[in-house]
């Protein structure tokens, strides 16, 4: 079996909260793969395989883990777009009754694209996403309490090597219209980046012009979209273009 010390790169092993109506659990994810800490998100529908149980320390309490590297895997129901283009599965709702349900889908169109904050991407902390405060030569996360020399330093011309401490991030909210009522809701990293075909990295290279264009080249779409709401918020899950 692996070995995960406190030392590796975030992403490795976190905790999430899982709860169906039966109750609510936490699960140890420890994966190897690395693919699972920065695509799930608050809300969304999962199916967890091959949890295992354990018993915690000395008390007798259950523990329950998941390993990538033990036949575990995540299924994200809820960012999977092929069951959203088949009307049978998902049923759209009219955008003025989004806010009625923790999951639906609505067909609508794009009227506006905002940030959420003052910047349309933003760098995030890998080990909890929270928005990282930089200066020249290093950054620091609020949240964690920890500063990290920033290892970006790259002469003009010089392909930008990746981060392992912070990563850029979409920031982006959406206006959803359709015939008789409109809603905002946020976009994760990942549908911010299907429906701009281009990463938050990259985007961030681009001149604010060039940034506004890709940002206008989505009005006016006309798309089926999963929404989950949680806390009073709305967030696209995932988008499927109508045809
Ligand atoms: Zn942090």
């Not at 959203?84 to 759209?92: D, I, R």
């Not at 806390?231 to 995932?238: K, L, V």
């Amino acid at each position: 079996m692996e070995v995960f010390t406190q030392q590796q790169v975030s992403g490795h092993k976190f905790i999430l909260a899982a709860s169906d109506n039966t109750g609510c659990q936490t699960v140890t994810v420890y994966d190897h793969t690395r693919i699972y800490y920065s695509s799930l998100y608050a809300g969304q529908s999962i199916i967890l395989e091959n949890v295992h149980t354990s018993v915690k320390g000395s008390s007798s309490s259950r523990a329950l883990t998941l390993e990538t590297n033990n036949g575990g895997r995540i299924w994200n129901i809820s960012a999977m777009t092929g069951w959203l283009a088949t009307k049978f599965l998902s049923a759209p709702v009219p955008v003025k009754d989004v806010v009625n349900f923790d999951r639906c889908v609505c067909q609508a169109v794009i009227t506006q694209v905002n940030s959420v904050g003052s910047n349309h991407t933003i760098r995030v902390h890998m080990s909890c996403r929270s928005e990282v405060d930089g200066g020249s030569g290093q950054f620091c996360c609020q949240k964690c309490g920890v500063t990290h020399l920033n290892e970006m330093l790259n002469k003009p011309g010089q392909q930008k090597s990746p981060s392992i401490y912070w990563k850029w991030q979409y920031n982006l909210s959406l206006e959803l219209h359709d015939s008789d009522s409109s809603i905002e809701a946020c976009l994760t990293d990942q549908t911010a980046e299907q429906l701009l075909q281009t990463t938050a990295s990259q985007f961030a290279d681009h001149v604010k012009n060039t940034q506004e264009q890709v940002l206008e080249s989505v009005l006016a779409q006309e798309c089926l979209f999963g929404i989950s709401s949680i806390r009073g918020r709305c967030q696209i899950d995932a988008i499927c273009l109508t045809s």
